[in-house]
Every structure is written in C-alpha cells, then in structure tokens.
C-alpha cells in the first residue's frame, strides 16, 4: 500500500499474465472498485515457472508452487500488496509469513468436455476408439480412463485461447479436451462447453473454481480490506479440501479428486484416490455438522478436521500406497 502525491492510497494487485487471470484479477478489481471508490487499484501482472515452461506436463516440472512462488516473492519484497490466485493453485502450506485473506464465491466446479466441431453432438461414451482427448490433468486422466477406457489421453497445454485452437484445427488431432467449467464461464466461452462431466464421471480438483487473495500476514490493512471479499461457505469448503490434500501431502500434479457440499449447516466431504492407469480407485465420503458453531474461525476448524478424516479413511482403503507408487 503506497500512498501518492494527491494523498490518495494505492493498492497494488499481483497476478499471473495470461488472459484469464487478468480476467479474473479484473474481476476483483471491479469489486473492491465499487466498494472502496476512496482507494485506487493497480494490477501488476508477471510470469510464473508454470506459465514459462510448456513443453513438459505439469507433472513433471518437479516443483510445488508452479504458479504462485513468483508473486509470492513480488508480495514478500512490497511490490505488490495482495495477490490474485485460482485457490487450486495454491500450495495447502502457506509460506511463511504469507495469509489467505479472502476466498471469493466458487463458480461451478466441475470439469467441461469441449468437443472439436467435428464431433460436436457427442459425448465422451459415444468418441469413437481412439479418438484423442486432451487434458494436462493427472486426476482427470485417472478418473476418466477408468470410465471411458477406449480413448487416449494426451497432454495439453497453453493458455486456454491456444488449447481451443488446437482443438478446432481441421488438421489437429484432438477430439476433445476437458477444461475447468469454470475458467471457460469467466472468460464468456460458456457456450464452447459441450458438456459439464458429471460427478460419477469425474471429481473435481480441490478448491476448483474458487479465487483467492493472499496477502501478508502482518499487513492489518490489507487484511480488513480483503475480508470485504470473503464468501465463507465457500471457504469453509475449500478448507475441508484443502485439509484432505494436505494430509495426503499431494499437489495439483497427484491424481487427487473431491466434491464437497454445505447444506443446514452439515458439511460434507467425498474424496478419491487413483492410480494414473485408472485400474485402482480409492474413495471415501463424511459429514461433519457445523450447528454449534460459533464464528466462521471454528466453522474453518471443524471443516480442517473433515478434510482429515476423510483423507485417513482414503489412507485406510489404500490411498498412501496409491500415492506412494505415483512418487517413484
């Protein structure tokens, strides 16, 4: 936070380059714009190690924080005051010094199917044998290869404007590509979405459609801002998922899905495990009641203990020997 030369305060917002994380930076701009007039917003976009290195899948890059470390050492240094991230992005472990300060209301968290023109009107069921689809996900490659065991699996990557392109090239060899329904609503491609996969089908990844904006711990001011932003149900889910993850000390790159649900104040939990050939599926679901609770902080720490439990019983069912094998 800067405070300029006709006294007004400056806040500075970090956030990756590509289209749709301004779109989505934008967004929160927008927000605090119209509830802050007083204060002024500026959006400093740079580049990450994940948006730099294209030509290995995710999964093999060998690195945690694939697209938050740099803006998280742009927030260490005071370049910038707060940051804008996709929430599944985010390491489970918080650097040090580093605070979640909002959680943003989630847009649908389901994977879509886009389909090439060619094969428009189908489904993933009905994609001829061998038809190629495109993801740069481990989880929906596992999930989906135990479904529909007849199609090849291939990775994808690029801004989504350059994974559609291939995808709609006459010459191109994708069939389809699954893409986060979420990312395509935002960027108002919506009407690309040839299907939202359902659940039975395809988890989705933890804290998928959800934004947040970390800032530093010590910045009071900042934090009181941000908290304008918080949707908590959303955060009191995404905590529970976070919390599974974290147990089960996976990333973004580990085959890891999750639906999870606050209805009258019962919060529910369901998680998967599975080997990247989609032969062994581990999964386990649990509830835990949020009635007594007193302030959103418990409401956070009973949703942690969920994540938990659900994560031992996967462990129980053979998720950690799952996991294990992925590792070597």
């Known amino acids: 936070m800067t405070t ?60 945690k924080s ?10 260490e240094d005071g ?20 605070h ?23 489904s993933l069921a009905d994609l001829p044998k061998g038809s190629v689809v495109g993801t740069s996900s481990l989880r929906r490659v596992a999930q989906l290869k135990n479904k529909y065991p007849h199609l090849v699996y291939k990775d994808v990557r690029g801004n989504l404007n350059t994974r559609l392109a291939k995808l709609d090239d006459p010459q191109g060899e994708y069939a389809a590509i699954i893409l986060a329904v979420a990312g395509l609503v935002r960027l108002n491609l919506g ?29 009071s001011d900042t934090r009181r801002l941000l908290d304008f932003l918080n949707h908590h149900p959303t955060r009191t889910m995404c905590s529970a998922e976070r919390s599974l993850m974290r147990k089960l000390e996976g990333g973004c790159s580990v085959p890891i899905g999750v639906c999870s649900s606050l209805e009258d104040k019962i919060l529910s939990l369901r998680g998967l495990v599975a080997s990247l050939d989609g032969q062994q599926i581990v999964e386990f679901d649990s509830e835990i009641s949020l009635e007594n609770s007193t302030s959103v902080d418990q409401d956070v720490m009973l949703a942690n203990e969920l994540g938990i439990t659900v994560a031992n019983g996967l462990i129980e069912r053979g998720a950690r020997v799952i996991l294990a094998e992925l590792a070597h």
């Open 4 to 63: 300029d030369s006709t006294a007004k305060t400056v806040y500075r917002i970090g956030t990756r380059k590509s289209n749709l994380a301004l779109v989505q930076t934008e967004m929160v701009k927008n927000y605090l714009n119209k509830a802050f007039p007083q204060y002024e917003f500026i959006v400093e976009a740079m580049s990450t190690t994940g948006d730099r290195i294209l030509n290995l899948a995710l999964s093999k890059i060998g690195e």
């Open 66 to 75: 694939l697209f938050t470390k740099e803006l998280e050492v742009a927030l």
């Open 79 to 98: 370049r910038v005051d707060f940051v804008v991230h996709c929430l599944k992005d985010l390491p489970t472990t918080l650097p040090k010094g580093m």
């Open 100 to 122: 979640l300060g909002a959680v943003m209301e989630r847009e649908n968290p389901n994977d879509a199917l886009v389909l090439s023109p060619k094969y428009e009107g189908s």
């Open 191 to 219: 009407h690309r979405i040839s299907q939202v996969i359902p659940l039975s089908d395809s988890l989705y990844a933890v804290s998928q459609g959800a934004l947040c904006i970390e800032c530093r711990e010590n910045d």
